[in-house]
């Protein structure tokens, strides 16, 4: 069985502050971990992805996130926020068997950027 | 084409009715996907197809739910008899071929189309 948690609905920042989006996972095998973003009426990207060559993933638009085993964690975060990061984003966990099948998403952080 | 195309992207029935939605996937890619997102919520899995056949239909949530990709591309998610719990935005993905073992690079990474909203009243 696998479950991911997305500690906040709900994350404001002020542009060029940091940006912290948690996610807890639990899964009975090494995981593999996505985060995907969801911009309004537009469809699902890929952001990055942790299988388990590196702990630390950087991803697209300066995002990164660091996996911690003892932690069950995948935070995503990013030095400094524009306002095109105004987005829904879903932290995303797989079974090692590697089928999308066993995807689970979790319920989502909506992130508002103030100017 | 150079995403995944999702017809109609949105679409307003009657309870009762039949529906039905259409996904293009990436040419190439021979793995196809349905999930719902209901409003609020993350993406819940419905269907996974590896070429015309589905792989693992384990998430369609009763027998009013059904999809076929009979040529191994474009897919049909049919939905009979509606009822206003079907009400939800519909999201197809794709991703390529497996490449190397398995448990290699993990799960492959999904590209997804816009969805098709959907409104049961």
């Known amino acids: 069985a696998q479950s991911v948690t997305q500690l906040d609905s709900h994350v404001s920042v002020s542009e060029g502050t940091p940006v912290l989006l948690r996610c807890n996972y639990s899964?009975?095998?090494?995981?593999?971990l996505f985060w995907y973003v969801q911009h309004p009426n537009k469809g699902l990207q890929f952001l990055l992805k942790?299988?388990?060559?590196?702990?630390l993933v950087k991803g697209i638009n300066g995002f990164e996130a660091e996996f911690k085993k003892s932690e069950t964690s995948f935070h995503l975060t990013k030095p400094s926020a524009h306002m095109s990061d105004a987005a829904e984003y879903f932290c995303v966990v797989s079974a090692a068997s590697g089928s999308a099948r066993q995807l689970t998403f979790g319920s989502g952080t909506q992130l508002t950027v103030l100017p | 084409g150079a995403g995944v195309s999702q017809t109609p992207s949105n679409k307003v029935t009657e309870k009762g009715k039949y529906v039905e939605l259409r996904c293009d996937p990436i040419?190439?890619?021979?793995?196809l996907y349905w999930y719902r997102q209901s409003l609020g919520q993350g993406p819940e899995f419905l269907i996974y197809f590896q070429g015309t056949g589905a792989a693992d239909d384990s998430g369609l949530p009763n027998d009013r739910f059904f999809a076929v990709r009979p040529e191994g591309s474009v897919s049909t998610l049919k939905i009979q008899r509606t009822e206003r719990g079907d009400s939800a935005v519909y999201l197809c993905?794709?991703?390529?071929?497996?490449?190397?073992?398995?448990?290699?690079?993990?799960?492959?990474?999904?590209?997804f189309g816009a969805g098709s909203r959907l409104t049961v009243l």
């Open positions: 942790y299988t388990s060559a590196a702990t």
């Open positions: 040419s190439g890619h021979t793995a």
């Open positions: 899964s009975s095998y090494s995981p593999s």
């Open positions: 993905a794709s991703s390529p071929p497996p490449t190397g073992h398995p448990l290699a690079g993990g799960a492959n990474v999904l590209t």
